[in-house]
């Protein structure tokens, strides 16, 4: 079992617990806007981290704070009701075709 499957089953049984005793389940207590905080926040770290290891060469910040942000959206994908598989399928999808015929898809410009 991957890894994701593993954190998709831990963030589901999790998700009702007592906020007191999961940080999972205080997360889903306080609600959307809370989780829609976390991965802003996170997503800066991972931007300022990586702006540091493009100078220092040490990308073990970056490696973290990624895991953090992952961490965070599969909080935000579980409080939505969404698996992570929804993603992966995603991608998987994507696989092959080029990132600017895909944005171009989606009416999207770089």
Do not use: C, Q
């Given at each position: 079992?991957?890894?994701?499957?593993?954190?998709?089953?831990?963030?589901?049984?999790?998700?009702?617990?007592?906020?007191?005793?999961?940080?999972?389940?205080?997360l889903?207590?306080?609600?959307?806007?809370?989780?829609?905080?976390?991965?802003?926040?996170?997503?800066?770290?991972?931007?300022?981290?990586?702006?540091d290891?493009?100078?220092?060469?040490?990308?073990?910040?970056?490696?973290?704070e990624?895991?953090d942000?992952?961490?965070?959206?599969?909080?935000?994908?579980?409080h939505l009701?969404?698996?992570?598989?929804?993603?992966?399928?995603?991608?998987?999808?994507?696989?092959?075709?080029?990132?600017?015929?895909?944005k171009?898809?989606?009416g999207?410009?770089?």
């Amino acid at each position: 079992m991957s890894v994701i499957h593993l954190l998709e089953d831990m963030l589901a049984e999790r998700r009702f617990g007592d906020p007191e005793k999961s940080y999972v389940a205080r997360l889903h207590h306080k609600g959307l806007d809370h989780i829609l905080k976390k991965v802003g926040e996170e997503s800066t770290e991972v931007v300022m981290a990586a702006k540091d290891a493009s100078r220092s060469g040490n990308t073990h910040d970056v490696i973290h704070e990624v895991a953090d942000l992952w961490f965070h959206t599969l909080v935000l994908l579980s409080h939505l009701e969404e698996p992570p598989s929804a993603v992966l399928a995603e991608l998987e999808k994507r696989l092959g075709v080029s990132g600017l015929v895909e944005k171009a898809s989606r009416g999207e410009r770089e």
